[in-house]
């Protein structure tokens, strides 16, 4: 359930939030960029050590769940914060409050996130109950996201003023994600042989190591390229859906098509998966998506509005594997690191996860941001009639449409080619891991190192190192 934050917070701010800093706080696009540009910089400092201090705390509860405890109003009063609708006379003054309420929204999601995405490792040990594991975890992401994609506009629009729609919807969200870590926290266990003292603190092993591991830099690269192009397809759906097919009323509907497929297709990726690998799962829902994104080239404005979601389905079937199995390969990245280190550390591994998320919907947004303002988007023009804010939209030219269909249909395809590039030499299959599993669990039982284990152990490290 914790995932609901995680989810359905992502899905608002992919969809969203550029066109609430655009159209409703009325920012300059390129200065909507920047926001979310200047946070992953401050994200780079801060999360890596998020990360430390999670893996060397030591409490009664845990390691883990005392940050989610304290999450709980932190989630509410930064997600409301993140979508106030702020009406300050200068645009620099709109710019830095936005700034400010991003990087407090920032903050909290790598401390709370980081801890519960931690806490999946030691759920299970199994290579495919992990797989179960996540796509469970991911379904009740894709029903938060669901949710979040079809309600926002519909609760902003139960209010003639667009302020205080916005206003409502922050304040809704906000205990929507904030309270189901109530019963995360009360129902999580943590292992105990996982609590054992930490090493003396080093920052190289802390945060040079994890990068000489091949199965991580793989990995990480594997989710940085496949989620810049979700989050670059997430962040322009709404003006493609209003600008170009003419149908913006649509757009949120179109989307929650799209991730009500991404749930169905669940089962099939963890039966994938089981059969063959995470790899071929993460690589089959890859090229789905691809070709689909092709094929957007050829969707035209008129045409009957049941293509459109033919079309979300389409994609949702494929990106339902790229999510699914890029979460069910994140737990086994702290088995290989124990290989090496003999420490458990999913708190680094799991901030520097989150940093590359937060940092891959910084960069599609940026990337986004900035191709709409020099292909000449023009903004909505605010009108007050008697005391109520409205939007008029302007319309947009020829140049700003193209662009839009390019980038649309073609930056996704380019990124998820480099996605299945680096999937094809991603190490850790089923029969590896299981390796892997046996020389670990070897090593945490006190048995004595034969000289066999000793060089089972350098050959798996080899592979994954």
């Known amino acids: 359930m914790g995932d609901i934050f995680g989810g359905g917070s992502g ?42 201090i999670s893996d060397r705390t030591r409490t009664r509860l845990g390691r883990r769940r005392p940050y989610l405890l304290a999450g709980i109003p932190l989630v509410f009063l930064s997600f409301f914060a993140l979508f106030y609708p702020i009406d300050l006379a200068q645009e620099m003054q709109r710019f830095l409050f936005v700034i400010v309420s991003y990087l407090f929204f920032s903050t909290v999601v790598s401390i709370v996130m980081l801890n519960y995405s931690a806490l999946q490792s030691e759920m299970t040990l199994d290579y495919n109950e992990r797989t179960a594991l996540s796509s469970v975890r991911i379904l009740f992401s894709t029903l938060s996201s669901i949710l979040c994609a079809v309600l926002p506009l519909e609760i902003v629009k139960l209010f003639p003023d667009v302020h205080t729609g916005y206003i409502a919807m922050g304040l809704i969200f906000g205990a929507f994600f904030a309270l189901p870590f109530i019963a995360t926290f009360f129902a999580a266990r943590e292992r105990p042989e996982f609590q054992r003292p930490p090493e003396p603190f080093n920052w190289r092993q802390a ?24 989050d670059a397809v997430s962040s322009i759906v709404i003006y493609f859906m209003k600008y170009y097919l003419l149908r913006g009323d649509e757009a949120n509907f179109v989307s929650g098509t799209l991730l009500v497929a991404q749930v169905v297709s669940l089962p099939f990726y963890v039966w994938l998966s089981k059969r063959t690998s995470k790899r071929t799962g993460f690589i089959v829902g890859a090229l789905i998506w691809m070709g689909m994104m092709l094929v957007s080239l050829f969707i035209l404005p ?7 979601y033919l079309f979300a389905i389409a994609v949702g079937l494929g990106t339902g594997g790229i999510v699914v199995m890029i979460y069910s390969i994140f737990p086994d990245i702290p088995d290989v690191d124990e290989l090496k280190t003999g420490q458990r550390r999913e708190g680094i591994y799991s901030a520097l996860i989150t940093f590359m998320r937060k940092l891959s919907s910084a960069l599609a947004i940026f990337l986004v ?64 891991h299981q390796r892997l599993n046996r020389i670990l669990q070897a090593r945490r039982n006190g048995d004595p190192e034969t000289d066999e284990m000793r060089r089972e152990a350098q050959a798996v490290e080899e592979l994954l190192y």
Do not use: H, W
């Open 207 to 230: 945060f040079i190591e994890p990068f000489q591991m091949r199965t991580f830099v793989y990995t990480l690269l594997m989710y940085l390229l496949a989620f810049v192009a979700i």
């Open 369 to 432: 941001s900035n191709a709409l303002s020099l292909a000449g988007y023009v903004p909505p023009v605010e009108q007050a009639v008697e005391g109520v804010t409205q939007l008029v939209e302007q319309p947009q030219s020829a140049t700003f449409i193209l662009v839009l269909r390019l980038v649309f249909a073609l930056l996704p395809t380019v990124l998820l080619a480099g996605a299945v590039f680096f999937a094809l030499k991603f190490p850790l299959l089923p029969e590896v």
């Open 302 to 308: 008129g045409q009957p509005s049941f293509i459109a």
């Open 11 to 52: 899905i608002i701010i992919g969809f969203y939030y550029l066109y609430f800093l655009t159209d409703v706080v009325r920012i300059n696009p390129s200065l909507a960029g920047t926001v979310i540009l200047i946070s992953k910089v401050y994200d780079a400092i801060t999360d890596p050590f998020e990360g430390v």
